[in-house]
Every structure is written in C-alpha cells, then in structure tokens.
C-alpha cells in the first residue's frame, strides 16, 4: 500500500485520500486562510463557528458537535456575512443560498466561501 502513489488502496481509502487533495489544495490557494483575520463566535447549543476573512474573501467556518442536525440562525453571524447572499460549500462544491437559517450536518464541519 503506498499513499503517495494510491497503488494498493481499497476504495474507501481512494476515496478519503481524493477528498484531502481537493481540500488540501483549496487550502494552499486561499490567501484568506494564510493572511486574513480571525473572527470568533461563541458556541452555541453544540456548534461553534468563526470566519476568516480579507477585504475581498471571507471563509465561515461551522463545526456541529450534536449528533443530529442543527439549524443556525445566520442573523447571529451578520458580523461576518456582511450582506453576501450566497455561498460554495468548500468540502461538497454545492452553491447555497444564504438566508435566514442554515442547516448544518451532525458531528461535520461546514466549510463555506461566502459570494
């Protein structure tokens, strides 16, 4: 079994192994992430969210700890969101339309950049 080559994987490890690439390589080309600052939000009934943000980017972070879904009030984070109306979930590549609430998965990490 050799990581680097993917010789010897079995699907699952394939698959894991396809998705820190994609994520991994996002990560290296967003200078937000690298230069921009942090913005902190108290947790909140199991979930807890922060952004990353520049003048031009912002990233907002949302990690669910619940093991069910949670749906978030975004009015709790307008200081981040600042009016922007959309966002690509980062880790599945989907377009949301942002609104009043946002439903994010169990125990999962929600990456998105806000548009």
Known sequence: MNGFTGQ????DQV??????KKFLNWR???SVIHQGK??????????YVYARYTATETVLVVMNKNAGAKSIDLGHY?????GKTSAVDVLSGETLTLGR???V???MA????LK
């Open 8 to 11: 010897g994987l079995n699907a």
């Open 15 to 20: 698959r894991i192994q396809s998705f820190m």
């Open 28 to 30: 290296k080309q967003k």
């Open 38 to 47: 942090t913005l902190h939000f108290a947790p909140k009934d199991g979930v």
């Open 78 to 82: 307008a200081e981040a969101i600042k």
């Open 101 to 103: 609430s946002l439903e």
């Open 105 to 107: 998965k169990g125990r």
């Open 110 to 113: 929600t990456v998105l950049e």
